[in-house]
């Protein structure tokens, strides 16, 4: 019996460039950027004011009623809208991209026995509900007039997104989340890839959902320094000279993985082969990547090997690429070490920065690469920086055949994945 | 028999309602004592649950706390005297990092300068020059999900394999992905460490208002899970951390072997007795001790004997850990790998603690300390939304 492989046999994703995983590979495929003024609130006064931001004013029940090709029984997502529960815009976002991968895949009733692997992001506070909880200077949260409806952590905790996607499609295998910041999205699919390797699951719904465009996302990103200054739409430019930071983005892409044989044998088109996937850490400095890139590198050569690749055989990176100074050199410098001139890109300019979604929706890009043979392009990559030495791909995608595609999720901290696609044979 | 998946403990700590180690809380255990008390986190006065399981002590001074909040510091503090104890050779891209997180608990009182002057103001247009821009620039790393594991990777030189779960049944999650690791040869050691407050305004606001907690207003009045009277949880707290390695190389080093297993069910509260019973086949190798997910509800419980029963046999012996420890979310898997080993070194199960009128039904509720001479046993746990975790721990 020959070892069992993951593949690809459904994608769905929301992002910037909309809702659809055809939204996403068209506007990266024409060398568009989404990022744009942020719209969902008044951003006018904060340092931060454009966003990777999915264009709708609004999520809520008739959000997930257009979109839905799920299992929703009548008024069930007027009652989570009424109940508080779709204000989280990740909630929606990953209904409607699960919702899509799973019809994409053609799955039904012989597939309610999947697993789900999600990475998610932080729970959302809504200040609306803290401005209710004010009393005087403390925040008063208890019995009575002060309890709202359900709580107010409920409303949005940090595993609503997977509580919700397993209940609509009826899942009923093993759950994992992963909240390993922005290296959740990666670590998510390359569990879902372990489980399918492993035998522990035969059909995996994994990926990804996060949005931090609003008050307090953008708020607490602007404080921590992390975003460019510039508020315009070309604020991210990943591997550029001129690049100051990124540019925070919002989303979901959702994949539904399954045994390779058992793809096979239903007639599912597959996608991409999971051919490997590695995680490391940094241990290095809390805000900081490791200078010399060298257990960035370790992820991505021992996803390599683990392939039973080499270096040679990977013919597209998907950087994290965030646009920051010290991210890009270091993962530049690992890149440079391992694939020499591969070409890399970073989609980041052009949807921003998922957070702990980033990982899924890169990946998501990456099937370009198989589907129309196109790498994608970076954003607003005008002038390259000597201190990051890689073929960096342009703007434009690059029309170019290869077999595999390599992608780098890093997280806070120092987590790291890396999530190795081949080309289906 | 034993199980498949099973790795090498060899070091662990933990913090608890009943103490900072494993020998100290198994007396306490063994003599039923409980850590139910009065809310000391808070005036909890007006809240359907009044009554909580705490960590008595604090976390030490550490250069952490500016990133890191209570429960994430016990957490980093556990995992690294875990590693020191456990005496295991692995370092750097060896040593693997597996952390489970209950759930991420808002900050409310940091938001206090950004929400103060914001009165009057509905649109929010002055919300960054009133509010944002006052608040610590380091505000949203306090809210990261993985700054514990992220700045315990650097005190520890671990670069290997790491991951951060999350969910009520997080400790379990972990303990799993560290097993794989271990298994795959990706690591040769790992630290898992957990860590989970149910005693938060929110939750117990949420927990109590379900009728999920207790609503005794006196720790005396507490009526104990599988008893026929059973009325709640008493909501707790804890962190814990076990090192892992492969059998093979702890040799001598391993203090006991632990399996684990997660699942979910799709319940919106606590999973079904099914999911529990599912989990505790998964692992089970003839064992005759289980840890129960203890719910302390008529109806859960006797549902979750019924089911347990089906797998472990009718006459199995029923622990209540969390009876005596308050529930600990999702740190309750990784605590329980801890003292049910404790308890079998000994050779010592504790009862369920204040257990006066255990309901009829199947398995053997304990409502006093007996002696075992059992080397293995199961611990289960449930949370919401239907997140079950299982552990089995075994003695050399």
Request: with cysteine.
């Amino acid at each position: 019996m020959g070892a069992r492989r993951a593949v690809i046999t459904g994608v769905g994703a929301v992002s910037a460039f909309g809702v659809g995983y055809d939204a996403l590979a068209n506007g990266l495929a024409a060398g568009k950027s989404a990022v744009g003024p942020i719209r969902s609130f008044d951003a006018r006064t904060f340092p931060t004011r454009v966003a990777g931001e999915v264009p709708l004013d609004k999520t809520g029940a008739s959000f997930l009623e257009k979109h839905r090709g799920m299992l929703l029984h009548v008024g069930e997502a007027t009652a989570w809208e009424d109940a508080g529960l779709l204000r989280d815009r990740k909630v929606c976002f990953g209904l409607v991209a699960a919702a899509e991968a799973w019809r994409h895949a053609r799955c039904g009733g012989a597939e309610r026995k999947a697993s789900l692997s999600i990475g998610l992001g932080l729970e959302q506070a809504f200040l609306e509900d803290l401005a209710e909880q004010l009393d005087g200077d403390e925040i008063r949260i208890g019995a009575g007039d002060l309890a709202g409806p359900e709580g107010v952590r409920f409303r949005s905790r940090v595993d609503l997104t997977a509580e919700k996607i397993r209940a609509v499609i009826g899942l009923s295998g093993r759950v994992a989340v992963h909240v390993s910041a922005c290296a959740a999205g990666g670590m998510a699919v390359a569990h879902a890839a372990s489980w399918i390797e492993r035998g522990a699951a035969d059909v995996v719904l994994c990926g990804a959902a996060d949005s931090m465009v609003n008050p307090l996302g953008i708020g607490g990103m602007s404080r921590l320094g992390a975003p460019s200054p510039r508020a315009e739409p070309s604020a991210c430019r990943p591997f550029d000279r001129r690049r100051d930071g990124l540019v925070v983005g919002e989303g979901a892409a959702m994949f539904v993985v399954e045994e390779e044989s058992r793809a096979r044998a239903r007639g599912a088109e597959i996608f991409a082969v999971i051919a490997g996937h590695a995680t490391t850490q940094d241990a290095y400095r809390a805000t900081a990547p490791r200078p010399d890139g060298s257990r960035a590198l370790a992820a991505m050569e021992r996803a390599v090997r683990r392939a039973n690749l080499r270096p040679a055989d990977v013919g597209y990176v998907n950087a994290h690429g965030t646009g920051t100074q010290l991210n890009d050199i270091a993962e530049a410098k690992a890149i440079r070490a391992l694939f020499g001139d591969v070409p890399t890109s970073s989609i980041k300019g052009a949807v921003g920065h998922l957070m702990a979604a980033a990982g899924a929706i890169e990946l998501a890009a990456c099937l370009l690469a198989f589907t129309r043979d196109l790498l994608p392009g970076t954003a607003h990559f005008e002038e390259p920086d000597p201190e990051c030495p890689i073929h960096v791909i342009g703007p434009r995608p690059l029309a170019k055949r290869v077999d595999y595609v390599l992608s780098n999720s890093f997280g806070f901290g120092g987590q790291n994945v890396s999530v190795l696609l081949g080309r289906p044979r | 028999m034993t199980h498949a998946g099973r790795m090498a403990v060899t070091g662990c700590s933990l913090r608890t309602p009943l103490g900072d180690d494993a020998a100290t809380v198994l007396r306490r255990l063994l003599a039923g004592e409980r850590a139910a008390a009065p809310n000391a986190h808070f005036d909890a006065s007006t809240y359907a649950c009044r009554l909580a399981a705490t960590i008595p002590s604090a976390p030490r001074p550490t250069k952490h706390r500016k990133f890191v909040k209570r429960m994430g510091l016990f957490g980093m503090e556990v995992g690294a005297e875990a590693l020191a104890r456990s005496g295991a050779p692995a370092k750097g891209a060896r040593l693997g990092l597996f952390c489970g997180y209950g759930g991420l608990r808002a900050h409310w009182d940091d938001l206090m300068p950004v929400l103060e002057r914001q009165t009057g103001d509905e649109r929010a247009t002055g919300a960054w020059g009133q509010g944002f821009s006052l608040l610590h620039p380091f505000w949203m790393l306090f809210h990261l999900s993985n700054n514990a594991h992220a700045l315990l990777s650097i005190d520890l030189g671990a670069k290997g394999d790491g991951t951060t779960t999350a969910g009520s049944n997080a400790g379990a999650q972990a303990l799993q992905a560290a097993i794989v690791a271990l298994a795959t040869d990706r690591v040769d050691a790992a630290l898992v460490f957990a860590y989970d407050s149910l005693v938060e305004p929110e939750t117990l606001l949420s927990l109590g208002t379900s009728g999920a907690a207790t609503a005794a207003a006196t720790p005396a009045a507490i009526v104990a899970p599988y008893d026929e009277r059973a009325a709640g949880i008493v909501p707790g707290e804890a962190a814990a951390a076990v090192v892992l390695e492969r059998p093979e190389d702890a040799g001598e080093r391993a203090i006991s072997f632990v399996s684990a297993a997660a699942t979910a069910d799709g319940a919106v509260d606590f999973p079904s007795p099914r999911a529990l019973a599912s989990l505790a086949s998964a692992l089970s190798a003839d064992d005759t001790i289980v840890d129960g997910a203890a719910l302390a509800s008529p109806t859960r419980d006797a549902a979750e004997r019924a089911a347990l029963a089906g797998v472990l046999g009718p006459s199995a012996t029923l622990l209540a850990l969390t009876a005596s420890t308050g529930h600990l979310g999702g740190a309750t898997a990784v605590v329980q790998a801890i003292l049910l080993a404790e308890a079998l070194r000994a050779g010592a199960l504790p009862p369920i603690a204040g257990l006066d009128r255990p309901a009829v039904g199947p398995l053997r509720p304990l409502v006093r300390a007996e002696e075992t001479r059992a080397r293995s046993a199961l611990g289960l746990s449930a949370g919401m939304p239907g997140l079950a975790g299982a552990v089995r721990v075994e003695v050399p």
